[in-house]
């Protein structure tokens, strides 16, 4: 057996070699980087990539150490693509003009919780109202609208995964985000009680806000397209055995009673809106940077995106994975970060994680409100 003292010469040797060799590596990494720049091509380079693991996990003599070999040329050249992310000039970005005479579009109609979100934003304003989710999106390509407001999450049911994909898929930017407290009530027709409510219609939404409620009251729920069409429904049918769960704005509107106030599972329940555009938005009071990307599906590709994140200090406020169409059992990841484009830190973060993501967009900037 070689005693200890003559392993770690000989590392020490082997090392000085390593080190010698890496310190030429990023130089050419380096040189890598400036002709890139001239000719506008991105860092990270796939099938480079693969290439390169593949010849040298071939070159091994010692086969059972494939696994280790590949690992060590991939950690390689991630730090080959931080190092040359790093000679990215920064950009400075001038703030957007705000608009003026400007229109807005929700789904729903007055007294629904998005009109609620949409006013919390934007004032006092009409806004135009579309019967569903995509209608927005449609109105927004169209030029009919210049901003759209929709819901993205309920703090109690989770993400509302259909504006997820339909922002994807109409290549929109986020501008703002509004958070709103849902209170969820049981209204009913005047004069209308508790034990007289055997039904009760609205948003699948506002159903699962308040299953606790209506399971302990053998109220059976009934969706409807929203939880304002839901009140209107009830108002016009003038039957005192059902009910809707709808704002509290909703029953002033349709003149309902409400029979039984905040009735949410949980008490804190609230909606986070989005603003969305044709263009993206940068504005300085900027503090959320929303992004949508795909990875490699091999092992630790996600893990390498968090890592650039933490290492630059940034919080990430949220992850979300949708399925990618057409590619089963595949995903893209719409990831939230604190910060605003303007600093150092969070370009160089953002430089990074585009040398770890196969497709990347930005989808924005914006300040978030909370009401
Ligand atoms: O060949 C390139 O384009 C490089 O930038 C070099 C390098 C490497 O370090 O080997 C780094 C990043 C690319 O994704 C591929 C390879």
Redesign the pocket.
Known sequence: MKDLKTCREEIDAIDKEIIALFEK?MHV?KD??TY?LAHD?Q????D??KE?IQKNVDRLEDKSLESYAKTFVQD??NL??SY?STFIPLKKYEATEIKENFKVGYQGVPGSFSNQAMKSWFGDIEGINYPHFEDVYQALEKGEIDYGVLPLENSSTGAINDNYDLLTQYGFYIVGEQSITIDQNLLGIKGATLEDIKDVYSHIQGLKQTSEFLNAHHIEGHEYLNTAAAAKYISEAQNKHIGAIASSEAAKLYNLDIIAKAIQNDQSNHTRFIIIARQYEIRPSANRISMVFTVNHEVGALYEVMRVVKEHNINMARIESRPLPLSPWEYYFYLDIDGNLNQDHVQRALQEIK?YTNTFRMIGNYERKES
């Open positions: 590596r990494a890598v980087i890139k091509m860092i990270f380079q796939k480079r990539e390169v390689t050249m080959s693509k040359q040398t």
